[in-house]
């Protein structure tokens, strides 16, 4: 299992930005995919993440409205839109994967998943 996240960078208050996950050596049609972001001293926060056996899509209430998380299985990709990006959004991003349908409220919990792609940084500002 192999996570590749790219489409990190600088971006103005307000501006857009969205970043890719490519997945190898699994398939996006089984288990949970999140992103998450770690901002610097802060701890790991859930951002987005999508259960694949019902498609069930959930949001941190921070990002609620703001980003789209979206899945293309023939591309075996995860994209995350983030628009009306603000200051407070930067950090660097993560996808992550479990081959378990988490429940709901753990969807979002770090401790759920076991493999990890490297961060790529977000960094809003003017």
């Known amino acids: 299992v192999q996570l590749q996240a790219s489409g990190g960078g600088w971006v103005q208050p307000g501006g857009s930005l969205r970043l890719s996950c490519a997945a190898s050596?699994?398939?996006?049609?089984?288990?949970?995919i999140a992103w998450f972001r770690q901002a610097p001293g802060k701890e790991r926060e859930g951002v987005s993440g999508?259960?694949?056996?019902?498609?069930?899509?959930v949001y941190a209430n921070s990002v609620k409205g703001r980003f789209t998380i979206s899945v293309d299985t023939a591309k075996n990709m995860v994209y995350l839109q983030m628009s009306a990006l603000k200051p407070e959004d930067t950090a660097v991003y993560y996808c992550?994967?479990?081959?378990?349908?988490?429940?709901?409220?753990?969807?979002?919990?770090?401790?759920?998943?076991?493999?990890w792609g490297q961060g790529t940084l977000v960094t809003v500002s003017s």
């Open positions: 050596g699994f398939t996006l049609d089984y288990g949970t």
């Open positions: 992550a994967t479990t081959s378990r349908n988490m429940i709901f409220s753990a969807i979002l919990q770090p401790d759920s998943y076991e493999s």
């Open positions: 999508t259960r694949r056996a019902d498609r069930k899509l």
